[in-house]
């Protein structure tokens, strides 16, 4: 299947599906407002999507897996709710609309995200036709991916970078934590659902590991060379919050080639698998070069 039909099959899958799992929840209606309001607003869906390639590749049908995919792009969600916040980013624009808290306020953003974020965990802890193990297994590697260790953890360390400079590998140890770790889990997550081997799945990592620095590499460049019209937000805020970034660091072409190493090293650790990784590719290449 070519990407741009793959792309836009699961895209409107993902939605629906995430469209499904708030309205069926019994909640105040400004929470379920407010946690629609952003999910609902577009995004490229890449974590989903890249958890839906693996499955695609090993030629794998699985039930659960857009319930999976939600999961993840509730998480994905909920840190960009809480990013956008007077307190973290103070940003007033998300995918070319007002941010959460500019609709609804600050106390709703802030709940709408914690909502995100402990629903994702019970709709895999619910998933009816995964193993007990495996439920086990990708409760526990998301816990780690989106808390102290990854997500969370990462979030502090760019909050803490602001304001004094950064050496590459403090900047490296940001993005994969902040960035990398979430979209790793996705792909990693896809392996254990397609009932991958164990030792693959080491080799998933290691391709997300490379594919999270790429897109955050792609994003510092686009924060410099993108217009907001573009970007669906804030141009220039790196800059604007003096913040290390690749083109800060090590300028923009040599940030560029930074990008195209991190793309390649991806595509070649996807070699050390069999079969065909066409989808994956092609998901590498879109990232490098997209414009949003």
Sequence with gaps: MKLTEFRQQKEIAVQEEL????QALAIPAVLKESMNYSLQAGGKRIRPILLLAVLEEKGVQHPDALKVACAIEMIHTYSLIHDDLPSMDNDDLRRGQPTNHKVYGEAAAILAG?????YSFGLIARLETVPAEDRLRLIDLLSTAAGAEGMVGGQVLDMEGEERKLSLEELEQVHQMKTGALLTYSIV???VLAGCPPGEIPVYAAFGRHLGLAF??????????????ELGKTAGKDAASDKSTYPGLLTLPKAQEKLVHHAEAAKTALQKLPG?????EQLTDLIVHRTS
Excluded: F, K
């Excluded at 469209?19 to 708030?22: D, E, L």
């Excluded at 955050?216 to 410099?224: G, R, S």
């Excluded at 065909?276 to 994956?280: P, Q």
């Design 189 to 191: 997550a896809g392996a």
């Design 19 to 22: 469209g499904r799992q708030i």
């Design 276 to 280: 065909d990784h066409l989808l994956l």
């Design 216 to 229: 955050q590499i792609q994003d510092d460049i686009l924060d410099v060379t993108g217009s907001s019209a």
């Design 114 to 118: 914690d909502a995100l974020l402990t």
